[in-house]
């Protein structure tokens, strides 16, 4: 068969597959005419269909379900109904009552924390309590092999969603499926029950016209998991979680602003399904869903008198005091909303069935997942912990002044000095230096290469302890003098209250340090020296202890389990012995839509004491923002006692809070506020030799970022993408004038140009639909040379060809005049940054594998080169050749830090000689090679060139006085 | 401590929505792992309950993609594209190995997937394989429409974001594909189980 006689058949037999069999025949007369090839053809598949469409590939290769037969307690699994990212959803047979039932299984991994568990069971308990018509009945819980299962009424009929995307829903029945809904939400209200995820995909339509509220409080089981953004609250336990992408636009404004949500928000959701039941579109929609929350926050929803006509003003005035961004504006109840509702059904509905033309097409009711069944709704044990507390609004006060990075602060226990870390000195590396919170010259304590960091002071305030690069911790006393090593190994100390003994952790920070075994380490050494002891060796990682006031405790960031990501939070243990106590910091944090900005997942910050005792400091993000926030803390439960209020609001990342009280009530927080800028950066080097020349020079200016950088091989000029806010376009840079151009205009996201071996042209790829096209380096109209390609990713030293990589990791060489492409690689490995060795004759690239990425060289040719012809020269990430083709130089992580290493090869073999040398580290807290969005690097003439990124910053003061 | 192995999952994945697409690279081995492990559980036919344990690092990986990385779609097709395609890859090649050390006996590996096929026989996978191929020289989006669904366990919604079509058309590709899959094995292998 040819692709167009399929193409056709393919049509024919999905038209014929959607009547029933008996009318198939008299389309295919009308379908196929006179051919008789393809009648035979769509004959011969419809013969088969029944079979190929009951079961066959229907259950994927990734999700392993229960087989049928299969008894959970009192009940028999029948078979899987549908299954998603989020779990499966079974019929099964309730053996003892005799009745059908659906049964969802969620993954095993929600749920492997037995608190939350519990709390899981009391919400399917609640929500079976409601037995309310109008949401969904909840026979059981339980947990099967450690995954959580419920047990619900076997529902037939469709989601609203489904119901939707066939479009706008008559005014009528919208009106009728509102009360419903209304009705069922101010039953769970009354019961203290919050949905907080209510949207088209949990309202589920049965095929009698009753609606169903589902889900009740399971967004909050998966977002407690999930969060990284506001969008998570979303991500619950649908069957299909790509249905519900983008439904942030279903939140209240104040659950995208994190703060006290109560029922009222459920009100404003449901304002926006009744807007889309009536118009058929979205309340809030917009590209990505941080313009969604904003459309939320400040606009209103497009007007629905100009969508639908005739609508009734009295339903138009319900949605939109539904959608009021104020909660106090809104309906206060849900009964108050049921019965507005209600009266429109008595007189509005009937006129508005004349004047609203309603849809009345049939088609496809099969394909709306034909039975959608739908189990799943806990109750909700959302119940909120009220905080009376008024927002704190503190005064801020910028303490420090520096252009490069000055971070790190730590108070003095008086209040009166603050202690950082700075790179003001000019010399490369951060020190500690001391400063008047009042002003005055600040006094620099250390010298000497290496970033020294963290400082902290003893209660006494006459020592500082300190992080040093030779990653020792040392002391130092407060009036200057020679620092003394306390151990060879720790970071992040803190003094015990009475100032005997420090607290420390060695190892790494970040995720590492929880996930695997040993990586993080916590210990306590006497002040005066002493042979440090670890504290809870039981836990495989441990890292920033903080002590309690009692001086018995310490609070720190533990993970009791590395093999789960569950069990991860902040915990409180006796220093001397005892069980350690979970406090429900990271889940307060994440209830509230709060993540740590670098780890995206979970807070990684130390937090400070709240001064008054009132809880813990911690930075988290919120939207594009990280500032601190208090979560409320008992230092006598060790336990989280509310939610997390906003200290500060700054548009720069606000982190590493330090905080004392001073006599007169005062609240003082010394926190470093800064930000992170990509530039190009050019390493004088003899690229021959591998020897640096000299130190590495900024070669792009200003805010936008500039990533992926190429340069000219007689190094006159750099090609690179600037990341300018809305936008990311080819640039270039003529280095000896310093004049830059743009190349490219376009709306597509531009990546990774590079300059022909003459200069005259630059390849670069277009993201939206990796296509790749070719520009002059001096500006003009860009030339398509392959669609749907990749990215390309180097040239041929003729100029003639150019190498890349498909959007899926295949390796291709394009014949620049015929268009031509072919596989360079024989593998089915996922393969990068190729690029041909100055003479042509060989190519490099990386290609992962089961034990990280490495580069290999083969040899150009005409067929595919095998794994077994591929020579095997370094670990890393991005390579480039020297100009004679003997050293290969790649960003490595080899010394824990990404840096660059060059390895030498054999000029004729290309077999690597000798082990990888450094060329140029950057271990270092202002610059890192790490951060940057690419990992390309570039070598012309002498010079190396890579994008880096840099952080800079200054200390600020929140202060405050307790309402 | 080279990066790759030790940077966990999520990590990457936060790396990568912040827009590093060398991260992606450096997530791949990582999943790849796992799903060399799912599918070692998925052949053995070991109970398969003790699997939702499993899934989770891929679950979790999908979950978090999922959620609207900032650096788009194409992203999102390609860690999809590529985390279907290595499961095809890795399930094939089991089917092949276990073929060729049982050859003599005239033996060919299927599994019994509950519900892959109709009335219990099983799926033989390198003809699927082979089918697939077949399929993708008559129109390659179904191949890949089949491969995402099958091989990477993605929704209909799901794979209609992740290629960016109509979710109408992707279902209408997965019936037509699947009916058409159905015939090729059948015919070409006849009804031996």
């Given at each position: 068969m040819k692709p167009e006689q399929w193409q056709q058949a393919r049509e024919v037999l999905a038209d014929a597959l959607e009547l029933k069999p008996e009318d198939r025949s008299a389309f295919l007369d009308s379908a196929c005419s006179s051919d008789h090839t393809l009648r035979q053809e769509v004959e011969r598949l419809l013969s088969s269909s029944d079979e190929a469409r009951s079961g066959f590939l229907q259950t994927s290769a990734l999700r392993v379900t229960l087989t049928p037969g299969t008894k959970l307690g009192d009940y028999e699994v029948k078979g899987l109904l549908g299954s998603g990212g989020m779990g499966e959803v079974y019929r099964a047979r309730?053996?003892?009552?005799?009745r059908e039932v659906a049964i969802k299984v969620l993954p095993g991994y929600l749920s492997q924390d037995p608190d939350r568990l519990r709390r899981f069971e009391q919400e399917a308990r609640a929500a079976a309590a409601l037995n309310h018509p109008s949401v969904l009945a909840v026979h059981q819980f339980g947990t099967y092999e450690g995954a959580p299962y419920l047990v619900s009424e076997l529902l037939e009929g469709s989601t609203l969603r489904d119901l939707l995307l066939r479009g706008r829903i008559p005014v009528r029945k919208v009106i009728d499926h509102g009360v419903q809904i209304a009705r069922g939400l101010a039953a769970a209200h009354e019961k203290?029950?919050?949905?907080?995820?209510?949207?088209p995909e949990n309202l589920f339509v049965t095929k009698d016209g009753r609606v169903k509220i589902l889900d009740f409080g399971l967004a909050k089981l998966t977002q407690a998991r999930t969060s990284s953004d506001h969008s998570a609250a979303t991500v619950s336990a649908e069957t299909e979680p790509g249905v519900v992408m983008g439904t942030v636009g279903y939140m209240a404004p104040e659950q995208v602003r994190a703060e006290?949500?109560?029922?009222r928000a459920d009100i404003f959701a449901f304002g926006a399904i009744l807007y889309e039941m009536l118009t058929g579109k979205r309340a809030f929609q917009k590209p990505t869903s941080a313009e969604t929350m904003s459309a939320i926050l400040n606009e209103e929803p497009a007007g629905i008198s100009q969508i639908v006509q005739s609508l009734p003003p009295a339903l138009h005035r319900v949605v939109h005091r539904c959608l009021e961004k104020n909660p106090e504006q809104r309906f206060q109840s849900a009964s108050d909303l049921a019965f507005a509702l209600e009266a429109l059904s008595d007189s509005g509905s009937s006129a508005a069935v004349v004047t609203v033309p309603t849809s009345t097409r049939r088609a496809n009711w099969w394909a709306v997942a034909g039975v959608v069944l739908v189990a799943g709704a806990l109750g909700s044990l959302f119940f909120w912990i009220r905080s009376p507390r008024a927002p704190i609004t503190p005064t801020l006060t910028r303490l420090t002044w520096d252009s490069g990075l000055t971070t790190d602060p730590a108070l003095s226990p008086d209040g009166k000095l603050l202690a950082y870390a700075s790179d003001r000195s000019g010399e490369g590396h951060l020190d500690i230096y001391l400063q008047q919170v009042g002003g005055g010259e600040p006094l620099r304590l250390t010298q000497g290469p290496g970033d020294k960091r963290d400082p902290t002071f003893s209660p006494d305030g006459s020592t500082i302890a300190f992080d040093s690069a030779d990653d020792g911790l040392y002391l130092l006393s407060t009036l200057g003098g020679t620092a003394r090593k306390l151990v060879s190994k720790g970071h992040g100390a803190q003094f015990s209250p009475d100032g005997k003994q420090l607290a420390y952790w060695t190892g790494a920070s970040g995720e590492v340090a929880l996930n695997i075994p040993g990586m993080a380490r916590m210990y306590v050494v006497d002040s005066t020296g002493s042979v440090p002891k670890q504290v809870r060796p039981d836990f495989p990682g441990a890292l920033f202890p903080t002590w309690m006031p009692d001086g018995q405790h310490l609070l720190f960031l533990g993970n009791p389990d590395a093999s789960k990501i569950e069990t991860v939070d902040w915990w409180v243990t006796p220093v001397e012995s005892g069980p350690a106590v979970r406090t429900g910091v990271m889940e307060a944090m994440r209830e509230a839509g709060l993540t740590s900005d670098v780890q995206d997942l979970l807070p990684y910050e130390r937090p400070a004491l709240d001064p008054g005792g009132n809880g813990l400091i911690l930075s988290g993000r919120s939207g594009d923002s990280t500032n601190l926030w208090r979560v409320p803390f008992s230092l006598?439960?060790?336990r989280t006692t509310g939610r997390p209020q906003r200290l500060t609001s700054g548009a720069t990342r606000e982190e590493s809070p330090s905080a004392v009280g001073l006599v007169d009530g005062m609240n003082r927080v010394a926190f470093s506020s800064f930000s992170e800028n990509l530039a190009v950066w050019g390493l004088p080097t003899q690229l021959n030799q591998g020897r640096v020349m000299g130190s590495a020079e900024q070669l792009t200016q200003g805010a936008a970022g500039a990533i992926m950088p190429s340069i000219s091989r007689d190094g006159s000029r750099i090609v690179f993408v600037s990341t300018r806010p809305g936008q990311q376009e080819v640039w270039t840079k003529d280095l000896s004038t310093g004049q830059e151009t743009a190349l490219t205009a376009s709306r597509g996201r531009k990546w990774d140009p590079h300059f022909s071996p003459d200069g005259s042209q630059v390849a670069f790829a277009e993201v939206e639909n990796w296509s790749v096209f070719v520009v002059p380096s001096v500006g003009g109209a860009q030339e398509l040379v392959c669609r749907g390609c990749g990215e390309v990713t180097d040239w041929s030293p003729d100029g003639k060809r150019s190498i890349g990589n498909s959007a899926d990791g295949h390796a291709w060489v394009l014949d620049l005049a015929s268009h031509e492409r072919r596989d360079l690689l024989a593998t089915r490995r996922w393969i990068a940054t190729d690029s041909f060795s100055p003479d042509g004759q060989w190519f490099s690239f990386v290609a992962a594998g089961s034990d990280g990425q490495h580069a290999y060289v083969a040899a150009t040719s005409e067929q595919p080169s095998p794994e077994s012809a591929w020579i095997a020269v370094i670990d890393g990430e991005a390579y480039a050749w020297s100009p004679d083709g003997n050293l290969l130089y790649a960003l490595s992580w080899r010394d824990g830090h990404l840096c660059i290493w060059a390895r030498r090869l054999n000029p004729q073999t290309k077999h690597p000689v000798g082990e990888p040398f450094g060329i140029y580290h950057s271990h270092g807290g202002r610059f890192s090679l790490a951060n940057p969005i690419d990992k390309t690097m570039g070598v012309g003439s002498n010079r190396l060139v890579f994008s880096m990124g840099e952080r800079t910053g200054n200390i600020w003061m929140a202060e405050w006085k307790e309402q | 401590m080279p990066g790759t192995t030790s940077q966990p999952v999520s990590q990457l994945l936060a790396q990568w929505r912040a827009g590093d697409e060398e991260s992606l690279r450096r997530l791949v081995p990582l999943v790849y792992k796992e799903l060399r492990r799912l599918a070692h559980y998925y052949l053995r036919r070991e109970r398969p309950d003790h699997t939702l344990q499993t899934t989770a690092l891929v679950h979790e990986a999908y979950l978090c993609l999922m959620k609207e990385p900032p650096s788009g779609l194409e992203n999102r097709a390609h860690f999809f594209g590529v985390c279907a395609n290595l499961m095809r890859e890795i399930l094939v090649q089991y089917a092949r190995r276990r073929n060729a050390a049982k050859r003599d006996g005239g033996y060919r590996l299927t599994l019994d997937v509950a519900?892959?096929?109709?009335?219990g026989r099983n799926l033989d996978l390198i003809a699927l394989d082979d089918a697939l191929q077949e399929l993708a020289k008559l129109d390659p989006q179904q191949s890949r429409i089949v491969e995402l669904r099958f091989f990477g366990g993605l929704s209909i919604e799901e794979t209609s974001h992740v290629l960016g079509i109509s979710t109408a058309t992707v279902k209408r590709h997965w019936t037509t594909a699947r009916v058409w899959l159905y015939d090729e094995i059948s015919r070409s292998h006849g009804d031996e189980t």
């Amino acid at each position: 068969m040819k692709p167009e006689q399929w193409q056709q058949a393919r049509e024919v037999l999905a038209d014929a597959l959607e009547l029933k069999p008996e009318d198939r025949s008299a389309f295919l007369d009308s379908a196929c005419s006179s051919d008789h090839t393809l009648r035979q053809e769509v004959e011969r598949l419809l013969s088969s269909s029944d079979e190929a469409r009951s079961g066959f590939l229907q259950t994927s290769a990734l999700r392993v379900t229960l087989t049928p037969g299969t008894k959970l307690g009192d009940y028999e699994v029948k078979g899987l109904l549908g299954s998603g990212g989020m779990g499966e959803v079974y019929r099964a047979r309730d053996m003892r009552l005799g009745r059908e039932v659906a049964i969802k299984v969620l993954p095993g991994y929600l749920s492997q924390d037995p608190d939350r568990l519990r709390r899981f069971e009391q919400e399917a308990r609640a929500a079976a309590a409601l037995n309310h018509p109008s949401v969904l009945a909840v026979h059981q819980f339980g947990t099967y092999e450690g995954a959580p299962y419920l047990v619900s009424e076997l529902l037939e009929g469709s989601t609203l969603r489904d119901l939707l995307l066939r479009g706008r829903i008559p005014v009528r029945k919208v009106i009728d499926h509102g009360v419903q809904i209304a009705r069922g939400l101010a039953a769970a209200h009354e019961k203290g029950i919050t949905h907080r995820d209510l949207k088209p995909e949990n309202l589920f339509v049965t095929k009698d016209g009753r609606v169903k509220i589902l889900d009740f409080g399971l967004a909050k089981l998966t977002q407690a998991r999930t969060s990284s953004d506001h969008s998570a609250a979303t991500v619950s336990a649908e069957t299909e979680p790509g249905v519900v992408m983008g439904t942030v636009g279903y939140m209240a404004p104040e659950q995208v602003r994190a703060e006290a949500a109560d029922h009222r928000a459920d009100i404003f959701a449901f304002g926006a399904i009744l807007y889309e039941m009536l118009t058929g579109k979205r309340a809030f929609q917009k590209p990505t869903s941080a313009e969604t929350m904003s459309a939320i926050l400040n606009e209103e929803p497009a007007g629905i008198s100009q969508i639908v006509q005739s609508l009734p003003p009295a339903l138009h005035r319900v949605v939109h005091r539904c959608l009021e961004k104020n909660p106090e504006q809104r309906f206060q109840s849900a009964s108050d909303l049921a019965f507005a509702l209600e009266a429109l059904s008595d007189s509005g509905s009937s006129a508005a069935v004349v004047t609203v033309p309603t849809s009345t097409r049939r088609a496809n009711w099969w394909a709306v997942a034909g039975v959608v069944l739908v189990a799943g709704a806990l109750g909700s044990l959302f119940f909120w912990i009220r905080s009376p507390r008024a927002p704190i609004t503190p005064t801020l006060t910028r303490l420090t002044w520096d252009s490069g990075l000055t971070t790190d602060p730590a108070l003095s226990p008086d209040g009166k000095l603050l202690a950082y870390a700075s790179d003001r000195s000019g010399e490369g590396h951060l020190d500690i230096y001391l400063q008047q919170v009042g002003g005055g010259e600040p006094l620099r304590l250390t010298q000497g290469p290496g970033d020294k960091r963290d400082p902290t002071f003893s209660p006494d305030g006459s020592t500082i302890a300190f992080d040093s690069a030779d990653d020792g911790l040392y002391l130092l006393s407060t009036l200057g003098g020679t620092a003394r090593k306390l151990v060879s190994k720790g970071h992040g100390a803190q003094f015990s209250p009475d100032g005997k003994q420090l607290a420390y952790w060695t190892g790494a920070s970040g995720e590492v340090a929880l996930n695997i075994p040993g990586m993080a380490r916590m210990y306590v050494v006497d002040s005066t020296g002493s042979v440090p002891k670890q504290v809870r060796p039981d836990f495989p990682g441990a890292l920033f202890p903080t002590w309690m006031p009692d001086g018995q405790h310490l609070l720190f960031l533990g993970n009791p389990d590395a093999s789960k990501i569950e069990t991860v939070d902040w915990w409180v243990t006796p220093v001397e012995s005892g069980p350690a106590v979970r406090t429900g910091v990271m889940e307060a944090m994440r209830e509230a839509g709060l993540t740590s900005d670098v780890q995206d997942l979970l807070p990684y910050e130390r937090p400070a004491l709240d001064p008054g005792g009132n809880g813990l400091i911690l930075s988290g993000r919120s939207g594009d923002s990280t500032n601190l926030w208090r979560v409320p803390f008992s230092l006598t439960k060790f336990r989280t006692t509310g939610r997390p209020q906003r200290l500060t609001s700054g548009a720069t990342r606000e982190e590493s809070p330090s905080a004392v009280g001073l006599v007169d009530g005062m609240n003082r927080v010394a926190f470093s506020s800064f930000s992170e800028n990509l530039a190009v950066w050019g390493l004088p080097t003899q690229l021959n030799q591998g020897r640096v020349m000299g130190s590495a020079e900024q070669l792009t200016q200003g805010a936008a970022g500039a990533i992926m950088p190429s340069i000219s091989r007689d190094g006159s000029r750099i090609v690179f993408v600037s990341t300018r806010p809305g936008q990311q376009e080819v640039w270039t840079k003529d280095l000896s004038t310093g004049q830059e151009t743009a190349l490219t205009a376009s709306r597509g996201r531009k990546w990774d140009p590079h300059f022909s071996p003459d200069g005259s042209q630059v390849a670069f790829a277009e993201v939206e639909n990796w296509s790749v096209f070719v520009v002059p380096s001096v500006g003009g109209a860009q030339e398509l040379v392959c669609r749907g390609c990749g990215e390309v990713t180097d040239w041929s030293p003729d100029g003639k060809r150019s190498i890349g990589n498909s959007a899926d990791g295949h390796a291709w060489v394009l014949d620049l005049a015929s268009h031509e492409r072919r596989d360079l690689l024989a593998t089915r490995r996922w393969i990068a940054t190729d690029s041909f060795s100055p003479d042509g004759q060989w190519f490099s690239f990386v290609a992962a594998g089961s034990d990280g990425q490495h580069a290999y060289v083969a040899a150009t040719s005409e067929q595919p080169s095998p794994e077994s012809a591929w020579i095997a020269v370094i670990d890393g990430e991005a390579y480039a050749w020297s100009p004679d083709g003997n050293l290969l130089y790649a960003l490595s992580w080899r010394d824990g830090h990404l840096c660059i290493w060059a390895r030498r090869l054999n000029p004729q073999t290309k077999h690597p000689v000798g082990e990888p040398f450094g060329i140029y580290h950057s271990h270092g807290g202002r610059f890192s090679l790490a951060n940057p969005i690419d990992k390309t690097m570039g070598v012309g003439s002498n010079r190396l060139v890579f994008s880096m990124g840099e952080r800079t910053g200054n200390i600020w003061m929140a202060e405050w006085k307790e309402q | 401590m080279p990066g790759t192995t030790s940077q966990p999952v999520s990590q990457l994945l936060a790396q990568w929505r912040a827009g590093d697409e060398e991260s992606l690279r450096r997530l791949v081995p990582l999943v790849y792992k796992e799903l060399r492990r799912l599918a070692h559980y998925y052949l053995r036919r070991e109970r398969p309950d003790h699997t939702l344990q499993t899934t989770a690092l891929v679950h979790e990986a999908y979950l978090c993609l999922m959620k609207e990385p900032p650096s788009g779609l194409e992203n999102r097709a390609h860690f999809f594209g590529v985390c279907a395609n290595l499961m095809r890859e890795i399930l094939v090649q089991y089917a092949r190995r276990r073929n060729a050390a049982k050859r003599d006996g005239g033996y060919r590996l299927t599994l019994d997937v509950a519900d892959a096929l109709p009335k219990g026989r099983n799926l033989d996978l390198i003809a699927l394989d082979d089918a697939l191929q077949e399929l993708a020289k008559l129109d390659p989006q179904q191949s890949r429409i089949v491969e995402l669904r099958f091989f990477g366990g993605l929704s209909i919604e799901e794979t209609s974001h992740v290629l960016g079509i109509s979710t109408a058309t992707v279902k209408r590709h997965w019936t037509t594909a699947r009916v058409w899959l159905y015939d090729e094995i059948s015919r070409s292998h006849g009804d031996e189980t």
